[in-house]
């Protein structure tokens, strides 16, 4: 089919009960994208568009493996799509429209936080992996932005990293800034068809972040089956820069270089249970300490922490897990932020019924707390999400009873107890409940709603205790024991509508319950 562009927009119905057909987009026999789509008609669930601004007064063939006949509701339209769904997050970035996964390219450059992110425009499955954009001054309230990276012929976008170039090291421009990401060659039919695999490369912003434009030739060349994620930072001590990338199965590389272009290995290793998303940083003990202590960290929130002299990653620790739940993954923390280590994780919440897929956790704090165990990592709400709190209401529990209904608001629930022997507490919200049982020193987080749930999460009872629950539209962020136990759960995906009660065998010093301001 031919559509002759007179509008800046390609709009694509989709429907999510329909297979998946592959879209090949021709410009003057030139091909200029590749879409897999679940293809509908006017009944599908919901529209999703493409950017062909640069093709207006131009023809664009589509050719594809499903009936012609089909491709006749796709049309041009002189503005984007405006989806709106009622249970969108309040307090969580997701996309508009689409599938999200990874975050990536997390920079702060010039007073602004850049979140990209891996984004399927064109459905709410996997697949045609482009970067997505998003910009904020606290990383709590985001404004979406165009798409900056989209599939080529060497590969489908996958994740990777920011970097700001303050002293023009790489040679593109002082404060350029730069993201190395993965182009996934035989990821999608265009790379297959040009012969590429997996391959490590460059891409530049002279614009702020607003534009990216892919450069020429690879950072790093095909290494071993699915290598990708690469993370980098400036290490200090050695006087250089320093790339952490995953390989294949449990391995790891680290690399090194003096301008940001060329690089050399300097470590390969192994460890068992860890895949993908790798990230290496330094994190200090406790509140107020100078000591610090190096932790490799990888997607499923597996980490092992150790030293690092810019070379060489030395492990002291077993492989220890950071997530108590399996929705969070693929975490990243921010280059360009000086005294802090500021984390962002993927939450694979399915959202069934809405023209999206996926969201970002509440970026976090991460610090280290030393025990008898060794070091774990803690999380902290950042200060940015804290500012949001609308009054506090405190409440000394008489009847050892509260209950409410939620108004539509997001709300944080935060309870300390002291030293407890017996006894437990159980928080219920909508379907999801926090079963806190101080003489087994276990938490049940017990989820019955549409994603059924439980998880069993042991605690020290002999030592004071407490959560901080934060309750959004479709997520639930949960952090107990100043922050060592992190998890997230995906409750009814009306949840804010749902009551809210608590019950307790045992006397809880502090309860505090906040409304959350929404970002919408």
Partial sequence: ???????????????????????????????????????????????????????LGRDITIKGNVEEDKLYYIFCYGEKVQNVYPFRPQIHFAAKTGWINDPNGLVFADGIYHLYHQWNPYGVIWGNMHWGHAVSKDMIVWEHKPMVMEPDAYGTIFSGCGWQDKDNVAGFGKNALLFFYTASGGDNQWSIDSGNRHTQRLAVSLDGGETLQKTDGVILEHIAAGNRDPKIFYHNKSGAYVMVLFL????????????????????????????????????????????????????????????????????????????????????????GIDDRIISVAWLRTENERGNYKGMMSIPAELSLVESDDGYRIRFSLIKEFI??????????????????????????????????????????????????????????????????????????????????????????????????????????????????????????????????????
């Fill in 1 to 55: 089919m031919r559509i002759h562009i007179v509008e800046p927009y390609l709009w694509m119905p989709v429907d999510k009960k329909e297979p998946e057909v592959k879209l090949h987009f021709y410009c003057e026999d030139v091909k200029i994208q590749e879409v897999d789509i679940q293809l509908g008609g006017t009944d599908g669930d919901f529209y999703t568009f493409m950017d062909v601004s640069n093709y």
């Fill in 248 to 335: 294949d199965a449990y391995e790891f590389a680290v690399f090194r270089s003096p301008n940001l272009r060329q690089w050399h290995e300097t470590q390969r290793f192994s460890a068992e249970g860890m895949q993908e998303c790798p990230d290496l940083f330094e994190l200090p003990v406790g509140n107020g300490t100078a000591a610090k202590k190096w932790v490799f960290w990888s997607a499923d929130g597996y980490y092992l922490v150790g030293d690092f002299d810019g070379y060489r990653f030395t492990p002291e620790s077993e492989v220890l897990s950071a997530y108590r739940t399996k929705l969070p993954y693929a975490a990243q923390t921010y280059a």
């Fill in 387 to 520: 500012k949001r709190r609308r009054p506090c209401e405190e409440l000394r529990l008489q009847e050892k009873e509260i209950e409410m209904l939620l108004k539509g608001k997001p709300i944080e629930v935060i309870l300390k107890w002291g030293v407890r022997k017996t006894g437990c507490t159980r928080v219920l919200i909508g379907k999801v409940c926090f079963d806190i049982q101080f003489g087994e020193g276990k938490i049940q987080v017990i989820n019955q709603g549409t994603h059924s749930e439980t998880v069993t999460i042991s605690f020290d009872s002999d030592s004071p205790f407490d959560m901080d629950i934060v309750v959004d539209q479709g997520v639930i962020e949960f952090y107990g024991s100043d922050g060592v136990i992190y998890g997230a759960i995906e409750p009814e995906e009306n949840i804010l509508h749902k009551k809210f009660a608590l019950e307790s065998e045992v006397e809880i010093e502090v309860v505090q319950i906040y409304e959350i301001l929404s970002v919408l």
